[in-house]
C-alpha cells in the first residue's frame, strides 16, 4: 500500500479551532464526507477482484452547519469558485489510497430548484487495495439506514 501523504482539516466548534483532522487511513478518507457537511448523501460499495468500489453522490454548500472541519479556502468566492476547490480537496482526500486513471469525481453547481446554492458531487473510487470492510465500516458509522442487496457483475467488451 502506498504512504498515506494525509490532507489535514482544521476542526472547529462554531469559530474556535479545536485541532486538526488528518485523513491518513482509507477509513478516515471515507469519514471525511461526514465531516465535510455533505447532505442528501448515499454510498454504495463493492468489492470486486480484490479492489474496493465506492460510488458516492451528495451535496455540499458553502456553508454548512453539519460541517465539523474548517475548509482551508475561503467559500465566499462564489459557487464555481466552491465547487472547483472542493473537487481538488476531494482528490486530495481520497488520491492517497485510489487508482486515479480508474476513478472519477465530478463537481457541478445546482442552478435551479430547491438546492440551488448547493454543488452536486458525484464520485466512483476504484481503490488499490481490498478495503471493502474499512470502507462499510466508516460508512455503517454514519448511516441512517442500510440495506444490502446483490449484484451482478457484466464485463461486456
Known sequence: MKE????GLAMHEGSRVVGIKAYDTIQKSVDALDDLG??????LANNVHDVGLLYYEGYASPSSPERFVKLPFESQDGLPVFAGRFKTLLWKIFLP???KESSFIRVKTVKSGHLSGFVSVKMLLTFTTDC???ICASLD???DYK???GSTMFILD
Open 4 to 7: 498515506a501523504k494525509y490532507v
Open 38 to 43: 455533505l447532505c442528501c448523501n448515499w454510498a
Open 97 to 99: 489510497f485510489i487508482n
Open 132 to 134: 471493502y470492510a474499512d
Open 141 to 143: 458509522s454514519v448511516d
Open 147 to 149: 440495506e444490502s442487496s
